[in-house]
């Protein structure tokens, strides 16, 4: 039968905008000082999922809980399983907001909250188009999981867990990426690099914090220092701010002078879209004799870390046909007198490097002193354009958007499409659309996310039915 999707789509906008307010309310963040067995990456994201998971219920699906740490609702019967891979968690909020993040807000026809794109928003969306599939009484000759972890913005805990205990799927896609279809995503990786905690001299560090998460580019920064003539250095950063794209004050107080930076966040596997706090205030500082441990943590964010994303400065500038550049995001600044200093670089690599590569290369730049350590990391992922999984979502893209131009994309970001073989990812971000993942103010049109929905129907009926 024929099936008008989009019509189909706005029968459930109600319902679906009840829900994911719901879902949106949720701070689901991922916080281990609030860890317990049964909250084993806090209260949020064990909340958000069983709150998904009670509304997958309340809509007869069958649904599984495993550990609080993932979940899915399943329909249908096969020997296959198509996955639809989407996730609870999001990003801290941060400040710089206009709207309170955990109260969704619609303004001029755009959804605000924390979660609004990445990946509630889109992820309910293809929720409420397997929900449509289920209604419609399609027959299906694949099982169909639509399975949420609770850690994608950190080290995929949740979804790792599920690979571990449960079939892994034929084929899938995860909503949380940009339409028209993502089938290559670079390799992930993030460098730990360690300072000492000399910090005394003329000028001395007393504290510099910058960062939420490591792939995350810090829309804020401050340090705290001492001074043998503050008023020349607060002349100095007033004329540094006026020279540079940030804003940011100067105050004193009892523990010192503290200078505070306020950049633009972004998404960290583009560090281009976002202004680093941190870097720019590293730089700053760098010019002045801080001592030891202190000047090489400044002086080596200065000279070799800088607004310098594709990490030339570190003779790692590297580019593959296929998949384009390597990409760095310095994400997390650290100094205090009692640990020293802490950098988490987070590379998106192409084929052609390795993170050993990397890591050596880090590692023979380093003043000495400073070591480099290299955490898990992914490899890259690619899925070929004839792939039938690639070759069906593209045609249901165009089908519904008239868009006939659009080619299958190759980004630096992560999604858990890569888990799989024969994973990509699809929407919901539409090309039109400004990306506000991971920032302030984050947003997503409602009109996007009903054409989504309609996407995301129609190409779970393309995926698990016979056509």
Same mark, same amino acid.
């Not at 550990?67 to 989407?86: F, I, K, P, R, S």
């Given at each position: ?294 000047? +090489?943590?400044?002086?080596? !964010? %200065?000279?070799? $870390?800088?607004?310098?994303?594709? =990490? *030339? /400065?570190? &003779? ?40 050993? +590569?990397?890591?050596?290369? !880090? %590692?023979?730049? $380093?003043?000495?002193?400073?070591? =480099? *350590? /290299?955490? &898990? ?91």
């Amino acid at each position: 039968m024929t099936i008008d999707w989009q019509a189909e789509a706005a029968k459930h906008q109600a319902d679906y905008l009840a829900d994911l307010s719901t879902m949106l309310r949720v701070p689901s963040f991922r916080d281990d000082s609030q860890a317990t067995p049964d909250a084993p990456l806090g209260p949020g994201p064990r909340e958000a999922l069983t709150t998904f998971l009670a509304i997958a219920e309340r809509d007869g699906f069958k649904t599984k809980n495993i550990d609080n740490l993932v979940g899915y609702a399943e329909y249908g019967d096969g020997d296959e399983t198509l996955a639809v891979l989407a996730h609870v968690d999001e990003m801290p909020a941060g400040n710089g907001w206009e709207t309170d993040p955990f109260e969704p807000t619609i303004k001029d026809g755009k959804l605000y909250a924390r979660g609004a794109s990445d990946d509630k928003g889109p992820g309910m969306a293809a929720y409420y188009g397997l929900k449509m599939v289920k209604e419609l009484g399609l027959k299906l000759n694949k099982k169909v999981r639509f399975i949420v972890g609770t850690d994608e913005e950190s080290n995929w805990t949740g979804m790792k867990r599920y690979f571990e205990v449960e079939p892994a799927p034929t084929l899938g896609f995860s909503p949380d990426a940009e339409f028209p279809l993502i089938n290559g995503e670079k390799g992930n990786v993030s460098l730990q690099v360690h300072f000492g905690n000399q910090a005394a001299g003329t000028f001395e560090l007393k504290r510099f914090d910058s960062g939420l998460r490591e792939n995350m580019v810090p829309r804020e920064a401050v340090a705290v220092i001492t001074t043998p003539a503050d008023d020349q250095v607060v002349t100095n950063f007033e004329a540094f701010l006026a020279a540079q794209p940030i804003t940011g004050q100067a105050t004193q107080d009892d523990a010192g002078l503290k200078l505070e930076v306020v950049g633009k966040a972004a998404h960290g596997m583009e560090p281009r879209n976002g202004i680093n706090a941190g870097t720019y205030l590293a730089t700053f500082l760098s010019q002045y004799a801080f001592a030891a441990d202190a000047q +090489d943590f400044l002086g080596f !964010i %200065a000279t070799k $870390l800088h607004d310098d994303s594709r =990490v *030339t /400065q570190l &003779d790692l500038a590297f580019t593959d046909d296929v998949m384009g550049d390597l990409t760095m995001n310095v994400g997390l600044l650290h100094f205090d007198q009692q640990a020293g200093g802490a950098l988490t670089l987070n590379f998106r690599y192409p084929k052609g490097i390795e993170p050993a +590569d990397l890591t050596k290369k !880090i %590692a023979s730049e $380093l003043p000495a002193g400073a070591t =480099v *350590t /290299q955490g &898990d990391f992914m490899v890259p992922h690619y899925v070929d354009p004839s792939d039938p999984i690639v070759k069906d979502l593209m045609a249901v893209y165009r089908r519904q958007t008239g868009d006939a131009d659009s080619q299958p994309e190759i980004v630096g970001g992560g999604t858990y499409g890569r888990m799989m073989a024969r994973g990509v990812a699809f929407g919901a971000l539409f090309p039109h659309t400004e990306d506000t993942m991971h920032q302030a103010n984050e947003f997503q049109p409602i009109d996007d996310l009903m054409a989504a929905m309609a996407i995301y129907g129609e190409s779970i009926a393309v995926l698990a039915t016979d056509k």
